[in-house]
Structure formats: structure tokens, C-alpha cells
């Protein structure tokens, strides 16, 4: 099924390392050929702005989007948010945005009160993804699921009428479940498909139950996103069990279309990624009104781009 598509792509992110017009202080994008989880940064360590992620596609029609923060170690990341609105207002993109926070930190109140302040501004993510006994795929040292001030502060979202993006991995997922299920209030997305890192059957079969109890929360949705972090080389074929598998645990109604560029033009170009997930999606048998919610009108929803 290759027909163009109208995509409001769920997580994307914009950055300006060379430039830095405001002063936002990138650190990992400063550091340049240090290695991350998903490999060498290098080639994107660079500007990324509206412009060219606008030009990604070639045969799709980008409607909208929403820009994920992009480093939790900016000294001020309400910054980063300040310029991606400024953006949003010259180029339409992104139609909205996601911003960081320390939810450990005593300065997160004063935060989420600078947040709302930005009309664009629709929720927080902070990366929690760590296996004890895998550092080198870590993103952080600290197992926030067990931090009792970030339980405590992660309750301050349901005020602001904010959602909550999530990155972890499957052998944190029971305890999100659990923690999550005390917050229905607080919509919560999966990004990155959940991180697939272990796709022998042992690691697949682990990341499903994962996913199964955290898609029985109905406040809990999840981005098909980010497949090149865990197989650079991946295919349509590749993802098609995941894919599968996601859209029986979750519904299409909760399932949206993300890009994760620029960290996923290191591995493919912006067609293949979507024409990928389309075929996925129509191999898995998902109708022309389920195909226009995961790519477009679910993270329409979810975001709430029709009202600030």
C-alpha cells in the first residue's frame, strides 16, 4: 500500500548545536563522537532544523508534528522549549511539543509553571530506560520507577492536564504498569515501540508481556518509532511481528506514527520509514480509517492539537 499519506509524526526532534541562537547549552550534541546507545552520533551532531525536516519526505505529506526534547542535561531545558515554540510559530512544525524535566529535582513545580506559559506545550518526557547488568544501552544510572520523589512529583502532571512520553525497556515494564495504573488521570505514550533491543525469541516474548500489562491501562498508547535504535538495518519484514503484536495489545485507536529523526536518519531515509510501517500496518489487516489514525489523527488526539 504506497499511497501518499498525511502524517502528523509523533516524535521528531529540531536542534541548533552549531548556531545556538538562545543559548540553549546542548551537551550530548556538543560532544561530539562519543557513543550512545544507538551507535555514533557524529553525522547528526549537527544543526537540524524546520527546514530540513521538512524536506524529509518526498512523497508524503507532512501535516504536523511534535517535538520531543532532546537532552536532559540542558541547564535550563525550558529553553530548548522557548525556541521550538518560536519555530512553530514561523514554519508550523511542530504543531506542538514535549519538553524535559528532572521529575526528582525540588525546581520541578516552578518547571512545569514556565512550561505552561507556551501554548504548544502538551506534556514531559524523561528517558528512564536502565538494565542493571547492560550499562552501554543505558541512558540513565538511576532507576527512577523506584525513586520516591519522582513518584511523588510525577502526580504534579495531572494539574497541568499534561501526558507523559515514555521511554524504558521491557524489564522495567511490569513496574511502569504498576506505578502507572495508580495514575489514570496521566496519559502515558510508550515511544520506540517499547525498545525492542532483544529480538531472539527469548527477548521478543519478554518485551510482549512487558507490553501486555502496560496495554491493559487504557491511559497508556505507544509510538511506532525508533526501530533503526535497535536494528539499523531493519525492514518491513523485520518489524512486521512487532508490529503485529503491538496493534493486537493496544488497538490501533492507540497507536501512533513517529520518525525519530534526526536520530533515525542514521540508519534510513524518511520514505522508507514510513512506507515500512504502512506495509506493516496493512499486512496486519488495519483498515484506511485505522491507517489515517495511526498516522495522523490519533497523535492529532493525543497531543490535542485542535485546542490549546
Same mark, same amino acid.
Given at each position: 500500500?504506497?499511497?501518499?499519506?498525511?502524517?502528523?509524526?509523533?516524535?521528531?526532534?529540531?536542534?541548533?548545536?552549531?548556531?545556538?541562537?538562545?543559548?540553549?547549552?546542548?551537551?550530548?550534541?556538543?560532544?561530539?563522537?562519543?557513543?550512545?546507545?544507538?551507535?555514533?552520533?557524529?553525522?547528526?551532531?549537527?544543526?537540524?532544523?524546520?527546514?530540513?525536516?521538512?524536506?524529509?519526505?518526498?512523497?508524503?505529506?507532512?501535516?504536523?508534528?511534535?517535538?520531543?526534547?532532546?537532552?536532559?542535561?540542558?541547564?535550563?531545558?525550558?529553553?530548548?522549549?522557548?525556541?521550538?515554540?518560536?519555530?512553530?510559530?514561523?514554519?508550523?512544525?511542530?504543531?506542538?511539543?514535549?519538553?524535559?524535566?528532572?521529575?526528582?529535582?525540588?525546581?520541578?513545580?516552578?518547571?512545569?509553571?514556565?512550561?505552561?506559559?507556551?501554548?504548544?506545550?502538551?506534556?514531559?518526557?524523561?528517558?528512564?530506560?536502565?538494565?542493571?547488568?547492560?550499562?552501554?544501552? $543505558?541512558?540513565?544510572?538511576?532507576?527512577?520507577? =523506584? *525513586?520516591?520523589? @519522582? /513518584?511523588?512529583?510525577?502526580?504534579? !502532571?495531572?494539574?497541568?492536564?499534561?501526558?507523559?512520553?515514555?521511554?524504558?525497556?521491557?524489564?522495567?515494564?511490569?513496574?511502569?504498569?504498576?506505578?502507572?495504573?495508580?495514575?489514570?488521570?496521566?496519559?502515558?505514550?510508550?515511544?520506540?515501540?517499547? $525498545?525492542?533491543?532483544?529480538?531472539?525469541?527469548? =527477548? *521478543?516474548?519478554? @518485551? /510482549?508481556?512487558?507490553?501486555?500489562? !502496560?496495554?491493559?491501562?487504557?491511559?497508556?498508547?505507544?509510538?511506532?518509532?525508533?526501530?533503526?535504535?535497535?536494528?539499523?538495518?531493519?525492514?518491513?519484514?523485520?518489524?512486521?511481528?512487532?508490529?503485529?503484536?503491538?496493534?493486537?495489545?493496544?488497538?490501533?485507536?492507540?497507536?501512533?506514527?513517529?520518525?525519530?529523526?534526526?536520530?533515525?536518519?542514521?540508519?534510513?531515509?524518511?520514505?522508507?520509514?514510513?512506507?515500512?510501517?504502512?506495509?506493516?500496518?496493512?499486512?496486519?489487516?488495519?483498515?484506511?480509517?485505522?491507517?489515517?489514525?495511526?498516522?495522523?489523527?490519533?497523535?492529532?488526539?493525543?497531543?490535542?492539537?485542535?485546542?490549546?
Amino acid at each position: 500500500m504506497e499511497i501518499p499519506m498525511k502524517i502528523i509524526d509523533s516524535h521528531h526532534h529540531l536542534w541548533c548545536p552549531d548556531t545556538d541562537p538562545t543559548g540553549i547549552g546542548y551537551v550530548w550534541l556538543q560532544n561530539k563522537g562519543a557513543m550512545k546507545p544507538f551507535g555514533d552520533p557524529t553525522p547528526i551532531q549537527r544543526d537540524y532544523l524546520a527546514e530540513e525536516f521538512k524536506a524529509e519526505s518526498q512523497k508524503h505529506e507532512l501535516a504536523g508534528s511534535i517535538h520531543v526534547q532532546c537532552d536532559g542535561a540542558i541547564p535550563d531545558p525550558v529553553k530548548e522549549a522557548e525556541w521550538i515554540e518560536s519555530l512553530s510559530q514561523t514554519h508550523d512544525i511542530p504543531s506542538a511539543h514535549v519538553g524535559f524535566v528532572d521529575l526528582t529535582s525540588a525546581d520541578t513545580p516552578k518547571l512545569l509553571e514556565r512550561y505552561m506559559q507556551l501554548p504548544g506545550f502538551r506534556g514531559v518526557r524523561q528517558i528512564i530506560s536502565r538494565i542493571d547488568d547492560r550499562p552501554e544501552i $543505558s541512558f540513565t544510572q538511576v532507576e527512577y520507577l =523506584g *525513586h520516591m520523589i @519522582w /513518584r511523588e512529583q510525577f502526580a504534579l !502532571l495531572t494539574a497541568h492536564n499534561l501526558s507523559f512520553d515514555l521511554q524504558l525497556y521491557p524489564q522495567q515494564m511490569p513496574d511502569a504498569a504498576a506505578f502507572f495504573a495508580k495514575h489514570p488521570d496521566i496519559p502515558v505514550v510508550i515511544d520506540h515501540a517499547g $525498545s525492542p533491543y532483544d529480538q531472539s525469541k527469548s =527477548g *521478543h516474548l519478554l @518485551w /510482549r508481556q512487558g507490553l501486555k500489562e !502496560l496495554a491493559q491501562l487504557e491511559h497508556c498508547h505507544i509510538k511506532l518509532s525508533g526501530f533503526g535504535m535497535f536494528d539499523p538495518q531493519w525492514t518491513a519484514q523485520s518489524i512486521q511481528a512487532i508490529v503485529n503484536d503491538i496493534l493486537e495489545l493496544f488497538g490501533a485507536e492507540r497507536v501512533m506514527f513517529g520518525s525519530n529523526y534526526p536520530v533515525d536518519k542514521l540508519m534510513r531515509p524518511y520514505d522508507f520509514v514510513v512506507d515500512s510501517v504502512l506495509e506493516c500496518c496493512t499486512n496486519a489487516g488495519l483498515n484506511e480509517t485505522a491507517i489515517e489514525g495511526v498516522f495522523s489523527g490519533n497523535a492529532e488526539r493525543f497531543y490535542r492539537l485542535n485546542h490549546n
